[in-house]
């Protein structure tokens, strides 16, 4: 409950790209038409690729430099969470997501630090408490519990966690959060007569 809010807050104070952030502000350009598909795409694609890698270079210090805690936690985590049924993984991505955004949303609305941390601090800390999955931070927290000596195959890794938690946070953000706000506040699905 302090990293990942602090994480988040790093992102959108220094203009950062998350890719689940992404799939709420992106998707909302290009259903505003500022954006094109291949925008959208390159978007989704950059911010995904990047994450991962930076999360396995940050596991991989992490696990060299013992932080986190050298014991099990790492490893108990990344097995429990690649041994979710698949329908599962997606509806907690879907659930995570929403509240990330919500995150991200609330605070793109403040003004000072303050606001943007409290904005960020509560959903963030809601989705770690109630043990939602966030594709991002399973890049990080699954290859370093694999790291830690979790039996867990890449196979394993992406098919059973990893994909339908992404796409459950690509609906979280995209349908859950961007779609009623730009139906409510934008352009979705107005005419030009509107």
């Not at 995904?48 to 014991?71: D, H």
């Not at 995570?96 to 609330?106: D, I, Q, S």
């Not at 859950?176 to 706000?181: L, Q, R, S, T």
Request: hydrophobic content about 50%.
């Amino acid at each position: 409950a302090f990293g990942l809010p602090f994480g988040l807050i790093m992102t959108l104070i220094t203009g950062g790209e998350l890719f689940t952030g992404n799939t709420a502000l992106v998707t909302a350009a290009y259903k505003e038409g500022k954006t094109d598909l291949g925008g959208l795409m390159k978007s989704w694609g950059a911010s995904y690729l990047g994450n991962f890698v930076g999360s396995l270079i940050l596991a991989y210090l992490a696990f060299k430099s013992g932080t986190l805690g050298s014991g099990p936690a790492a490893a108990a985590i990344a097995t429990a969470k690649c041994s979710l049924a698949w329908d599962v993984a997606f509806v907690r991505g879907i659930l995570c997501n929403w509240l990330v955004c919500m995150a991200v949303y609330m605070a793109s609305g403040c003004s000072s630090m303050a606001g943007k941390m409290t904005a960020v601090w509560f959903p963030i800390s809601a989705f770690v408490a109630l043990g939602l999955d966030h594709s991002v931070a399973n890049m990080f927290i699954i290859p370093l519990g694999i790291m830690r000596g979790a039996k867990i195959t890449m196979s394993q890794f992406l098919l059973k966690n990893l994909i339908p938690v992404t796409l459950g946070n690509i609906v979280g953000g995209a349908i859950c959060v961007m779609a009623p706000f730009g139906m409510t506040f934008g352009k979705w699905g107005k005419t030009v007569d509107e």
